[in-house]
């Protein structure tokens, strides 16, 4: 049996939960979770070092490092590829 889930302290809401490239009728997709998404702003908005960032969403360094690189990888990929991206809705607890 596996460690169990953080538990990741999102502050941010998105004011829209998907992008698609314009004039596609894509139906691949990428999906960023609301950790990846705070990762981002986090890093790249707020311009705090992982450390701090790590931090504010109550994970270790290291964590965070892993949830940035995936949602770098998935971004990357929804634009290079032209797929839609999509953002999951943060659970309810």
């Avoid at 705070?38 to 992982?50: A, D, G, M, T, V």
């Avoid at 450390?51 to 940035?68: E, P, Y």
Wanted: hydrophobic share 30%; proline share 4%; charged share 30%.
């Amino acid at each position: 049996m596996g460690r169990p889930k953080c538990d990741y302290q999102v502050d941010f809401c998105p004011l829209f939960s998907s992008y698609k490239p314009q004039g596609t009728d894509c139906c691949e997709f990428v999906e960023i979770t609301p950790e990846e998404m705070e990762s981002l702003r986090l890093k790249n908005i707020k311009n705090l070092n992982q450390i701090d960032a790590a931090g504010k969403m109550g994970v270790s360094q290291s964590t965070f490092q892993r949830v940035l690189t995936s949602a770098y990888k998935k971004v990357s990929l929804a634009l290079i590829e032209g797929r839609e991206l999509r953002i999951q809705s943060k659970k309810k607890a």
